[in-house]
């Protein structure tokens, strides 16, 4: 059961209601960690508008892969979950490249690189190396996209780190950080 008090939609904040309605229209269902957020109507809009910033810019299956490897990083089986589920559903990819994701890899040579990258960011808490930078720019990121992938990294840490404190009920089919990936 999770550790903070996930409101049924209709009690969420009144500033929280046109946020939640937005993401019911957009994914069909509002997910628990978008009512467990809704609880502040201000996390719940900077998240909302970063996410939907980032939605415009990397590709789905690159932000999928970075959220599935940051989240078997950082432990949170809900965000591994959702994103698992997303990346299957939503972006199409295989459960291969999942457990490859969940490694910190990708058998695609240019999303591997995003992958390695992001996970470096993770673990460098952005310290990242000279080498480091000229790997992913050979990959062929752009300036911009590695402003995108540490945005993304650092999007998907906030989720992480809400879900892990709140043990925020999972609901979408589970994937346990703990099993061998």
Same mark, same amino acid.
């Given at each position: 059961?999770?550790?903070?008090?996930? %409101?049924? =939609?209709?009690? $969420?904040? /009144?500033?929280?209601?046109?946020?939640? +309605?937005? @993401?019911? !229209?957009?994914?069909?269902? @509002?997910?628990?960690?978008?009512?467990?957020?809704?609880?502040? %109507?201000? /996390?719940?809009?900077?998240?909302?508008?970063?996410?939907? &910033?980032?939605?415009?810019?990397?590709?789905? !299956?690159? =932000?999928?892969?970075? +959220?599935?490897?940051?989240?078997?990083?950082?432990?949170?089986?809900?965000?591994?979950?959702?994103?698992?589920?997303?990346?299957?559903?939503?972006? !199409?990819?295989?459960? $291969?490249?999942?457990?490859?994701?969940? +490694?910190?890899?990708?058998?695609?040579?240019? /999303?591997? +690189? $995003?992958?390695?990258? $992001?996970?470096? @960011?993770?673990?460098?808490?952005? !310290?990242?190396?000279? /080498?480091?930078? &000229?790997? *992913?720019?050979?990959?062929?990121?752009?300036?911009?996209?590695?402003?995108?992938?540490? &945005?993304? *990294?650092?999007?998907?840490?906030?989720?992480?780190?809400?879900?892990? *404190?709140?043990?925020?009920?999972?609901?979408? %089919?589970?994937?346990?950080? &703990?099993?061998?990936?």
């Amino acid at each position: 059961m999770s550790r903070l008090a996930i %409101p049924a =939609r209709e009690d $969420a904040p /009144a500033a929280a209601q046109p946020l939640l +309605a937005a @993401v019911e !229209k957009q994914l069909g269902v @509002v997910p628990n960690l978008f009512r467990l957020v809704a609880t502040s %109507p201000a /996390a719940l809009e900077g998240y909302l508008g970063l996410n939907a &910033a980032l939605g415009r810019t990397l590709d789905v !299956k690159t =932000r999928e892969r970075i +959220a599935i490897t940051v989240a078997q990083a950082n432990g949170c089986d809900y965000c591994l979950s959702a994103h698992s589920y997303l990346g299957l559903n939503l972006a !199409k990819i295989d459960d $291969a490249e999942i457990t490859l994701n969940r +490694a910190g890899h990708s058998g695609d040579a240019k /999303a591997d +690189a $995003a992958i390695i990258f $992001a996970r470096q @960011v993770l673990a460098a808490r952005g !310290k990242v190396s000279d /080498a480091d930078m &000229a790997a *992913v720019r050979l990959a062929g990121f752009s300036e911009a996209q590695v402003i995108e992938i540490v &945005a993304s *990294v650092a999007l998907n840490v906030l989720t992480n780190y809400i879900n892990n *404190v709140a043990e925020t009920d999972i609901d979408f %089919p589970v994937v346990l950080t &703990a099993q061998a990936a």
